[in-house]
């Protein structure tokens, strides 16, 4: 892990060691002791930046720390191997994204020509249904049910005499 000497951060900030000392507490930052020096880790000392920056134009170190930790975030420093291990893993999973969409679009244009060459298919089945289904014009004219006439009935000429002066069939309305 790399990291700055706070004496090197106060220089570079231009604030006091005690000044880093109290603000690292407030952003929550490790302080690594080997024998008598003190460390922040590398990328440490932008946030402090920032933080002097803040106080410098007028808020309290308390408000200015909760600033800095909603605002920004601290920067996660690996050793090189496990960057290249992480290197090699995002490659490797971008390569096989890469193959899956290949394959996708491949895919996408092989269902584009089944689908095309169904879609034909139903069309002319809709066809031919229709043209079973629909009806043939004849010029047939055609002719509307109408009942028979009763036959008038054989009577006598007295019946028949009386049928046609009383005329049954109409009632009277006397």
């Given at each position: 892990?790399?990291?700055?000497?706070?004496?090197?951060?106060?220089?570079?900030?231009?604030?006091?060691?005690?000044?880093?000392?109290?603000?690292?507490?407030?952003?929550?930052?490790?302080?690594?002791?080997?024998?008598?020096?003190?460390?922040?880790?590398?990328?440490?000392?932008?946030l402090l930046l920032i933080m002097a920056k803040s106080v410098s134009s007028g808020l309290a170190p308390s408000v200015a720390a909760k600033?800095?930790?909603?605002?920004?975030s601290f920067p996660e420093v690996q050793p090189p191997e496990i960057q290249a291990i992480n290197q090699s893993l995002v490659t490797d999973r971008i390569q096989s994204l890469e193959?899956?969409?290949?394959?996708?679009?491949?895919?996408?244009?092989?269902?584009?020509?089944?689908?095309?060459?169904?879609?034909?298919?139903l069309n002319k089945r809709l066809d031919r249904i229709e043209f079973n289904i629909s009806p043939h014009t004849t010029n047939k004219q055609i002719e509307v049910w109408k009942p028979t006439e009763p036959k008038r009935p054989q009577f006598s000429t007295i019946q028949r005499i009386w049928?046609?002066?009383?005329?049954?069939?109409?009632?009277?309305?006397?």
């Open positions: 892990m790399n990291k700055v000497s706070i004496t090197e951060a106060a220089t570079q900030i231009g604030i006091s060691r005690d000044k880093i000392r109290y603000w690292t507490k407030l952003l929550e930052l490790e302080i690594i002791k080997e024998g008598r020096i003190s460390y922040i880790s590398q990328g440490a000392e932008k600033e800095v930790l909603n605002i920004h193959k899956a969409v290949m394959l996708l679009v491949e895919q996408n244009k092989i269902l584009s020509t089944t689908n095309a060459e169904q879609s034909k298919l049928y046609e002066v009383t005329n049954p069939k109409k009632p009277r309305a006397n």
